[in-house]
């Protein structure tokens, strides 16, 4: 299993991004999938995760209205659109699934919000 994550960088206060993250080795539709976060100098935190068919997803308070997850199946691909960006939001940004009771975790990209 291999998660890729890619799409962050600089973006000012009240910008948006798109993450997304690439899936291999396993039947990404049949399982959940998540985004997580993790601030210098703070714990990892879980900020989204959508169900395997799309139809459900989570978020945390602090991101809820503001960002929306979603998953494209025939492309093993998770998307996170983040909007109205904070500069609370800076953090790494890690996708995360979990395959045969195992943790598998993407290798993170960095997501800055600053002017």
């Known amino acids: 299993v291999q998660l890729q994550a890619f799409g962050g960088g600089l973006v000012q206060p009240g910008g948006s991004l798109r993450l997304s993250c690439a899936a291999s080795?396993?039947?990404?539709?049949?399982?959940?999938i998540g985004w997580f976060r993790q601030a210098p100098g703070k714990k990892r935190e879980g900020v989204s995760c959508?169900?395997?068919?799309?139809?459900?997803?989570y978020y945390a308070d602090s991101v809820k209205g503001r960002f929306t997850i979603s998953r494209d199946n025939a492309k093993n691909t998770v998307y996170l659109q983040m909007n109205s960006l904070k500069p609370e939001d800076t953090a790494v940004y890690y996708c995360?699934?979990?395959?045969?009771?195992?943790?598998?975790w993407g290798q993170g990209t960095l997501v800055t919000v600053s002017s």
């Open positions: 080795g396993y039947t990404f539709g049949n399982y959940p």
């Open positions: 959508i169900s395997s068919s799309g139809d459900n997803a």
């Open positions: 995360k699934t979990t395959y045969r009771d195992r943790n598998y």
